[in-house]
């Protein structure tokens, strides 16, 4: 039996085609017929440009209406598509290509001079706001395409995770582990055909490719499609929507605009968090003002999406719910046994929602698995007498600031190799914003004069705007432990130390 997901998402489609699936406001609206013509016309164009099934597709490009074709035709000529942050820079990209090798590298306009010159063996193609050379060449091609029939464990998608240590992994998600997880979010959350959800989430993470837009295309509802999120215009257009997914800056930033309260979310019936902790107090202040209990759940590159509070019964605020099903989840304790309900440790993943491991990694895979195919999150927690989990931290140093994590080993790696930097630490500390904001912690050579401006600018040159720290402090060493081993909790008091209250 076929498995492409994207033959699943045609069993789903309206019949009538002419049902609006996106809805640019103020501009295009692209209905489910048009969506799945554009899809062919693009998957011909992948085959003409030398794409055979298994071949990965990368995507580097704003959130225009055409890169969900883009990455329906991926789908249906079996290729992989990878997608990748817009913010990602030379640094970050050289890799990237290097690991993936794409066939195909679909990009803005003005990032083609760079694009070009790092992915050398692939096809580069431009996708603008008009279609760009992308659509160049499909006007004349046919608007239908026989779907590559694909086993479930074959890849659709490759999504890059930053680690702990050493390079991005690239988690390889199947056709089997994306379309369970969209069919249990779709039941979990009963979307159906009369949902309008407010998509503003950026397309090239689970989050707003996987989460947002399955559940839309599987129960055949429309999305309001917004380039990014402004507080003001998701405002504007909340009348008009039944459901929103976010991060939590997501509803801190709508909690700081006035208009925000019970009649501006009369339509909504479902507001989804995650991808970072929602604070108990947003929680509770998003009910105040708003009349709705924001529905947290948890989720993972690697995994999609693993818990989530329940549609109907007790939203619990600082839990992420039970685990969705088909998926098993449990605490565990540094040798992997099970451990009592309420007794915190590291969680664990197991289903068909878990992806198929790294790619090009078998070290890194081997690692992240236990002997009976748990994947370990690194993410700790514990299981209350409900059932239903709470994160409380995390085993892995990383940050998560807007919803977008940084590994701090990355950006240390790339301080220490500057010129007149002894070593660095890199630390997250709360803020309102973005929930955690990235700080760097530098020790100079002697004779060098390194400013907070130099450094956060050589940093922007190579790597993603979110990744660079908000402050460098300057400090004449690190704090360690008696194993030699950077005491970062010592460096993350001094910052609560010294920053000054609200
Ligand atoms: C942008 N900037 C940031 C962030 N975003 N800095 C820190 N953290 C961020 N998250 C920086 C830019 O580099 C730029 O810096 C400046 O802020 C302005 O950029 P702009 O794009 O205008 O920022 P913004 O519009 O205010 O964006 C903030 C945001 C956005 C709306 C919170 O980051 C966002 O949409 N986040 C959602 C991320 C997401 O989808 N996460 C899901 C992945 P400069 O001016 O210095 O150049 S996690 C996931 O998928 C798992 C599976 C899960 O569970 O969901
Ligand atoms: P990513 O690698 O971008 O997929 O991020 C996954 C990580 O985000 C998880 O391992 C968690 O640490 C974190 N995360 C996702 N959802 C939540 C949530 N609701 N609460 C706390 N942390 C979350």
């Known amino acids: 039996m076929d498995a492409n997901l994207y033959s699943l998402f045609a069993t789903h489609a309206p019949a009538d085609g002419s049902a609006a699936c996106l809805v640019v406001p103020g501009g295009t609206s692209i209905d489910y017929g048009t969506l799945d013509a554009w899809s062919a016309r693009i998957a011909h164009a992948l085959v003409g440009a030398g794409c055979k099934p298994g071949d990965r597709v990368a995507a580097q490009v704003d959130k225009h209406w055409q890169v969900l074709p883009l990455y329906l035709a991926a789908l249906r000529a079996g290729l992989v598509y990878l997608p990748l942050n817009t913010g990602y820079q030379r640094g970050e990209l050289e890799y990237f290509f290097g690991d993936a090798e794409p066939r195909v590298v679909v990009c803005s306009p003005e990032r083609l001079g760079v694009v070009a010159t790092l992915a050398r063996g692939s096809t580069v193609l431009t996708l603008d706001a008009k279609g760009g050379e992308l659509f160049d060449r499909t006007r004349e091609l046919p608007a239908d395409f026989a779907t590559v029939p694909r086993a479930p464990d074959d890849l659709a998608s490759i999504l890059y995770t930053s680690g702990t240590t050493g ?30 959800l407010l998509h503003a989430l950026p397309i090239y993470h689970v989050h707003g490719l996987f989460v947002a837009i399955h559940c839309a295309l599987l129960s055949g509802s429309r999305m309001l499609w917004l380039a990014r999120f402004d507080a003001k215009e998701v405002l504007a257009h909340l009348p008009h929507a039944t459901a929103m997914m976010g991060v939590p800056t997501f509803y801190t930033r709508l909690l700081a605009e006035p208009g925000l309260d019970r009649a501006a979310c009369a339509n909504v019936r479902l507001f989804v968090s995650g991808s970072a902790p929602l604070l108990p107090e947003t929680f509770r202040s998003f009910e105040e003002r708003t009349g709705h209990r924001i529905l947290e759940r948890y989720g993972m590159t690697e995994t999609g999406m693993n818990a ?4 109907d019964g007790e939203r619990v605020p600082g839990t992420v719910g039970p685990p969705l099903p088909g998926v098993q989840i449990r605490v565990v304790d540094a040798r992997d046994a099970p451990l009592a309900q309420g007794t915190i440790g590291e969680i664990q993943v197991r289903g068909p929602n878990v992806c198929r491991g790294y790619w090009r990694k078998d070290d890194k895979t081997a690692e992240s698995f236990t002997a009976d195919g748990w994947f370990r999150t690194g993410d700790l927690g514990s299981f209350d007498a409900r059932g239903y989990l709470a994160i409380v931290g995390r085993g892995k140093d990383m940050i998560i600031s807007g919803g977008l994590n940084v590994y701090p080993k990355e950006i240390e790696e790339r301080i220490d190799a500057m010129a007149g930097v002894e070593e660095s630490a890199v630390v997250g500390t709360p803020d309102a914003d973005f929930g955690e904001a990235v700080v760097a912690f530098v020790v100079a050579r002697p004779g060098h004069a390194l400013t907070e401006r130099g ?24 704090p360690r432990n008696a194993m030699g081993k950077v005491q970062k909790n010592v460096l993350r008091e001094k910052l609560t130390a010294t920053t000054p209250g609200p």
């Open 167 to 196: 390079r991005s992994k690239g988690a390889m998600l199947t056709h089997r582990n994306l379309a369970s997880n969209a069919l249990a979010l779709v039941e979990a959350w009963r979307f159906t055909r009369g949902d309008v």
């Open 308 to 311: 989530s509070n329940p549609l």
């Open 455 to 478: 450094v956060i600018a050589a940093l922007k040159a190579e790597i993603a705007g979110f990744k660079c720290p908000r402050r460098v402090l300057f400090v004449t060493e690190l």
